[in-house]
């Protein structure tokens, strides 16, 4: 196991900036109604996780949607992020593979797919 990254929560939520600014204008103009949410821990049911879409993507929404419905999130989590990578720039870049990972689930695009597109 590695040592773990430090970097602050400031430096990690403009890790976060910084990966939705990679993320190409006409994906992001197709995120609807989404907020991201940078937490330091991941669920206590899966400790490891990098990252969550906790919301109803557009491809499951039905025409009655968006009546009051709050915003999708998508949690970026810290800890767990910092504890795999060994470097700032390392933590940099899978902060960015989480960011279009949670992205992708909101349009309803799985992993299996995101693995054909080299976003595994």
């Given amino acids: 196991m590695g040592v773990m990254v430090e970097m602050s929560r400031e430096d990690f939520e403009a890790a976060v900036d910084d990966a939705l600014d990679a993320v190409p204008d006409q994906l992001l103009e197709l995120v609807d109604n989404v907020v991201i949410l940078v937490e330091d821990d991941a669920p206590d049911d899966d400790p ?26 998508i949690f970026i989590f810290r800890n ?3 504890a795999v990578c ?11 593979i989480t960011v279009v ?11 299996e797919r995101l693995h054909q597109l080299g976003w595994g």
């Fill in 101 to 111: 990972h949670e992205i992708a689930h909101h349009f309803g695009i799985d992993d």
């Fill in 80 to 82: 767990p992020t910092l």
């Fill in 48 to 73: 490891e996780l990098l990252g969550l879409y906790d919301g109803v993507s557009l491809t499951d929404r039905g025409a009655d949607w968006g009546m009051g419905e709050l915003p999708d999130r």
């Fill in 86 to 96: 060994e470097t700032p720039q390392q933590v940099r870049e899978e902060v960015a």
